[in-house]
C-alpha cells in the first residue's frame, strides 16, 4: 500500500507545492513531460481527495516474500518515472509500467502503450478490486475509491502519527 488515509492539512500541502511554479525539484522524476501549471487541469492533483474521506487507496502488487526498499537519498539522481523497471527509482512491487505517482498518460491504467505482464499486472489489480466493489481513477493504475462511499462530502482532517498505530500491526 502506498497511501490511505490522508489528512486533510496533507492535501492542503499538496495544492501548496503544486501552485509554486519555481518548486521543480522532482520534476525529472515524477512529471518530466508535464509542465507543473497543468497538474491540476490533468487531474493529478486536487484540492479535495478521497483519501481524506477514508475511502480511496493507493496500492500495487508486490511479490512474496517482499523486500524491503530503501528511502530516497536527497540529491541522487532522479530517473523519469515511466523508465524501464531496472533504471526508475526501486520499490518492491511488481512492474506495473511506471512508478508510483508518475504523472504521465502512460500511468493512465488502460493505456494502450502498455503490454503484456505490465498490463496483466495492471488488469489483475483493477478487476481483483473492482470485485471487491473499488472503482478506479482512470489516470492512475494506483489509485481505487470504495463505492459507495461512507462519508461522500467529508474530508477528515486528524493527524496519524507513527505512535498511533502500535500495537495495530
Not at 9 to 32: N, S
Not at 45 to 63: F, M, N, P, Q
Request: proline share 8%.
Amino acid at each position: 500500500m502506498y497511501d490511505c488515509y490522508r489528512p486533510q492539512r496533507a492535501v492542503d500541502h499538496f495544492v501548496r507545492w503544486a501552485e509554486d511554479l519555481d518548486d521543480q525539484t522532482m520534476k525529472a522524476e515524477f512529471y518530466p513531460n508535464v509542465d507543473k501549471t497543468r497538474l491540476f487541469a490533468d487531474g493529478y492533483i486536487a484540492e479535495k481527495s478521497g483519501h481524506s474521506r477514508g475511502s480511496t487507496v493507493d496500492l500495487t502488487l508486490v511479490k512474496l516474500p517482499a523486500h524491503p526498499t530503501r528511502p530516497y537519498r536527497p540529491g541522487e539522481t532522479l530517473t523519469p518515472c515511466f523508465a524501464p523497471q531496472d533504471e526508475r527509482f526501486p520499490d518492491n512491487s511488481v512492474d506495473m509500467g511506471t512508478g508510483y505517482d508518475c504523472f504521465d498518460t502512460l500511468s493512465h491504467t488502460l493505456d494502450p502503450r502498455v503490454t503484456g505482464v505490465q498490463r496483466a499486472h495492471r488488469m489483475l489489480l483493477k478487476n481483483t478490486l473492482e470485485d471487491l466493489g473499488f472503482v478506479n481513477l482512470a489516470e492512475e493504475w494506483w489509485h481505487y475509491t470504495f463505492k459507495p462511499e461512507a462519508y461522500p462530502d467529508t474530508y477528515f482532517d486528524f493527524p496519524v502519527s507513527r505512535g498511533s498505530l502500535a500495537g495495530h500491526r
